[in-house]
């Protein structure tokens, strides 16, 4: 599990640090999205303009409840959705991670499946 663990950190981390020309496009700070669908006292601090990520921030780290929720919100918008605190938010400062129906724990090195928890 810990390996598992290890490679899709990784590859998360990857995502994050490539280059945007590399990838031949470019992330966009506070990009467009509706602020209306954010859970309050999450603001957007970067956004691929492709859907591969999103990146959040707030004062305080997102509940259980909170996460589903974000994770509601972004279904099928973004690959990756990472979320960290306000006075942390540089790339690999993410507590959180959500990618497709998982949450990576980062902090606790572990990771749940949002199909096991309530909605």
Do not use: W
């Amino acid at each position: 599990m810990v390996q598992k663990l290890s490679i899709l950190l990784a590859l998360a981390l990857v995502g994050c640090s490539q280059s945007n020309e590399l990838s031949g496009s470019s992330a966009q700070p506070h990009a467009a999205v509706a602020s209306e669908s954010i859970p309050a006292g999450f603001s957007v601090i970067e956004q691929h303009p492709d859907g591969y990520f999103i990146r959040l921030a707030s004062a305080e780290r997102a509940s259980a409840a909170t996460i589903r929720s974000i994770a509601d919100t972004f279904n099928g918008e973004f690959d990756r959705v990472d979320l960290c605190l306000d006075i942390t938010h540089e790339r690999g400062d993410e507590y959180a991670s959500i990618i497709g129906n998982q949450v990576f724990d980062h902090e606790n090195d572990y990771i749940y499946s949002l199909n096991n928890t309530t909605k």
